[in-house]
């Protein structure tokens, strides 16, 4: 069975398919944490509302002091009304703005494309019966909002994972200040084919973003990797897409990648987070394990590049613990990230999402298939 491109969502196409039709300034380092002062809670949480039940992926990125958008694979909507997912459909993807601040404390609201309509859509929509966007992560940088989104298709010959990634293409939002219904998008190509798959966590350094890239290998010795790449954002801003490599010799050279790319991080995520933590003086990678892994792992480094520590555990997920007396064995959790603008002192608000083999059971059990929140300690700071 092949396991890459293995995204998040890919239980949920699968089970999409046998759904059928049941339902149908100088640039400076970013995303440094935060937090809304006084007392109020902004822990988010996922309600089940205004026709939204449920998703996985759970991106988020930080546009203004206690504003985030949340960024969502496959997702299961209904009537505005319901509560359960009886009856409800699938689209590819959704997104959400929340807010939190003393007077309204936390509060969130979804969006897709034809809501509340007898055929919704996606929120990334390719315009293509065939393809689907599913998004990954990003960055805002002088007004635009950048998303990382892969582009799939789907693989009809194929009897378990029937869908293929395409490419990955960046999509520019020109005004996220507008509510998301009014967004301006346009999609600029970063990748083809399924060989790399850049985006599954973006870092802005200095004058580029950094783009951790998973590469899959044909040697079936060695497993999937990490490689990283860069954009300069001055190009960026202009319109282009240039993208650079890491390399061996620890220089930057043109191209997504090249014979002598460096690998970073020794094992693949299709998504994960690298955030920098001043407290710690490191970056910090946050994932979930290998294949069916019921734990969150943490990497750490003093830079970017690397070099990066051994993967270690940090938290097990309590749907997939054996000591779990209702523990369902075709639940299993995955999704991993963590959202450092709800970064509390020395803890890391970390999210990931269950699923289930069974159709049936995705359906019926609503406290599956949405964003779960963790506080996971801060590694020690470096000497």
């Known amino acids: 069975m092949k396991l890459f491109p293995v995204h998040r969502s890919c239980f949920c196409a699968v089970l999409m398919a046998a759904v059928g039709s ?34 996985d992926a759970a991106y988020s990125i930080s546009l203004a002091p206690g504003r985030s958008v949340w960024l969502f694979g496959d997702s299961i909507v209904g009537k505005p009304s319901a509560r359960d997912r009886k009856g409800a459909n699938f689209v590819r993807n959704s997104i959400a703005l929340s807010t939190c601040d003393q007077a309204h404390g936390w509060q969130i609201k979804y969006y897709w494309k034809n809501k509340n309509r007898l055929k919704p859509t996606a929120f990334f929509d390719t315009k293509e019966k065939e393809y689907w966007y599913w998004p990954l992560d990003g960055f805002l940088y002088r007004g635009r909002l950048y998303l990382a989104t892969s582009k799939l298709k789907n ?12 490419g990955v293409y960046l999509a520019v939002v020109s005004n996220p200040s507008a509510t998301p219904d009014q967004w301006q998008v346009q999609y600029l190509k970063l990748s083809e084919g399924s060989a790399l798959y850049p985006g599954s966590t973006i870092v802005l350094d200095g004058e580029f973003a950094n783009l951790f890239t ?19 954002l001055a190009r960026l801003d202009r319109g ?12 930057w050279k043109p191209g997504i990648r090249g014979a002598d790319a460096a690998v970073v991080i020794e094992t693949g995520h299709s998504e994960m987070s690298v955030r920098y933590h ?17 734990q969150i792992m943490i990497r750490t480094a003093p830079a970017l590049t690397g070099p990066w520590s051994e993967q270690r555990a940090v938290y097990e997920f309590p749907e997939m613990s054996k000591n779990n007396p209702r523990r369902d064995r075709d639940t299993f959790c995955y999704a991993v990230k963590e ?10 608000l970390v999210t990931y ?31």
Not at 155 to 166: A, G, I, L, M
Not at 216 to 230: V, W
Not at 278 to 294: E, T, Y
């Open 22 to 55: 049941l339902a149908m300034a100088a640039p400076v380092r970013s995303q440094i944490a935060s937090r809304t002062t006084g007392a109020t809670d902004c822990r988010p949480s996922f309600p089940y509302k205004d026709g939204w039940l449920g998703a």
């Open 155 to 166: 693989k009809p010959d194929e009897e378990v994972f029937s869908f293929e990634t395409v």
């Open 214 to 232: 998973v590469e899959e290998t044909t040697k079936p010795e060695k497993r999937q990797h990490m490689i990283l790449n860069r954009l300069s």
């Open 240 to 251: 282009e897409v240039s993208l650079e490599y890491f390399a061996q010799d620890k220089s």
């Open 278 to 294: 001043a407290q710690a003086k490191q970056w910090v990678a946050v994932s979930g394990g290998d294949f069916l892994s019921n």
């Open 339 to 348: 959202h450092i603008e709800f970064a509390k002192a020395n803890r890391m």
């Open 353 to 383: 999402a269950c699923n289930s083999f069974k159709l049936d059971k995705l359906f019926a059990n609503t406290d599956i298939y949405r964003p779960q929140t963790v506080l996971v300690r801060l590694p020690s700071q470096r000497g």
